[in-house]
């Protein structure tokens, strides 16, 4: 899983061996997950993900708190 950094400061993880797709059995694309400090998934999207979206943000200021 490949590590990169956004102007934002978010740990961005991309996939593109399809290790997490196995192993966390994705089942759609694409599909977003918001991984705790712990390693644990808080949250996942399946589909088209709008970073805009107030619901979306909020749940993202939450989790960095």
């Known amino acids: ?3 990169q950094l956004d102007a934002k400061g978010i740990d961005l993880r991309l996939d593109p ?3 997490a797709k196995r192993k966390w ?3 759609g694309i694409p599909t977003t997950y918001l991984i705790n ?3 644990q998934a808080k949250y996942v999207w399946v ?7 107030p619901n979306f943000i909020r ?5 960095l708190k």
């Open 59 to 63: 749940t993202i200021e939450k989790e």
């Open 1 to 3: 899983i490949d590590n």
């Open 37 to 39: 400090r712990q390693g």
């Open 47 to 53: 589909g088209e993900l709008n970073a805009d979206d």
């Open 17 to 19: 061996n399809g290790l």
């Open 25 to 27: 059995r994705i089942k």
